[in-house]
């Protein structure tokens, strides 16, 4: 994520910026939000994970951001994103199997 973008989801026109009196930066909140949802990470990972990149934050901070911020995110995300219809389509289907070694052998169904 680009500081950019930070800047677009950060500051609306006309609007409170709401990162404002943060010890940290809006693109550190951001990126701790863009890690958590992207995977099924815990609060302490991703505390390492920040450690590992010279960024010190404790876990307990990173849940009160996901819990202060996750609301205001869901309103001003939400209508950039595209409606599923809920219909999928696979294009080819295979029968996969494990073997005694770990080695995934596929058959495709062509």
């Known amino acids: 994520m680009t500081a950019r973008c930070c800047e677009r989801l950060t500051v609306k026109q006309g609007s409170k910026n ?4 943060r010890q940290f930066t809006a693109e550190i909140i951001l990126w701790a939000f863009r890690w958590y949802l992207q995977s099924p990470i815990s609060y302490r990972d991703l505390e390492r994970m920040f450690a590992d990149r010279g960024v010190k934050v404790d ?11 996750a609301p205001e995110l869901d309103k001003r995300i939400r209508p950039h994103l595209r ?3 809920g219909s999928w389509r696979v294009d080819e289907t295979g029968d996969v199997t494990l073997t005694d070694a770990g080695c995934i052998e596929g058959n495709s169904a062509a």
């Open 83 to 85: 409606m599923s219809n």
């Open 18 to 21: 709401p990162f404002k009196g």
């Open 59 to 69: 876990h307990t901070t990173l849940f009160r951001w996901i819990q202060a911020y």
